[in-house]
């Protein structure tokens, strides 16, 4: 049993029944061992759900630096969290009410992120403050989205995702020239 196996039953478990639903005792039953070997490659609950959440990025497609515009790579990136928001809403939401757990900026969506807020001409002094506020919109759309405010045509959600990065990406643009 490798931790990436825990690791991804967790996933399963989780998005099956939510944080609740997990639970050691569960986690070892699916795996078909005893419950005290998960104790061997993580110390409790919560730090198998810190590892659960720090390697969600590595679940997630990010935009390569491919040379393409960062527009481009901006829109790439935003698409990616969002649809890995949607396929996994039980780490996403647990991800949004323990901030901890994302505050870490080498996490590798952080990095992609930086990077292309570069490519973009955001000065390193800012790039946190914009890296937030970019942060706080996109899961704002993606919570407002969840709760049921917005419309629940799939196309139709599609199309405003679009043209809220759209609005982020000029914003940024304005902002950097």
């Not at 699916?30 to 609950?45: A, D, G, Q, R």
């Amino acid at each position: 049993m490798t931790l990436d196996e825990i690791s991804s039953t967790a996933v399963r478990l989780m998005e099956a029944s939510g944080v609740e639903g997990l639970s050691m005792r569960k986690l070892a039953a699916e795996l078909n061992v005893n419950p005290m070997s998960l104790y061997h490659h993580v110390e409790s609950k919560d730090a198998l759900l810190a590892l659960i959440c720090a390697t969600a990025a590595e679940r997630m497609h990010m935009p390569p630096d491919d040379g393409a515009p960062w527009q481009e790579q901006l829109m790439a990136l935003a698409l990616a969290y969002h649809r890995h928001a949607k396929e996994h809403p039980a780490i996403w939401g647990y991800l949004h009410t323990h901030p901890r757990l994302i505050a870490d900026r080498r996490l590798p969506i952080w990095q992609t992120l930086y990077r292309i807020l570069r490519l973009a001409g955001v000065p390193d002094p800012e790039l946190r403050r914009t890296s937030d506020i970019l942060h706080a919109f996109v899961s704002g759309f993606i919570l407002a989205e969840t709760q049921g405010h917005m419309s629940d045509d799939p196309e139709e959600i599609g199309r405003t995702f679009d043209a809220a990065i759209q609005l982020i990406i000029g914003g940024l643009a304005s902002a950097t020239s």
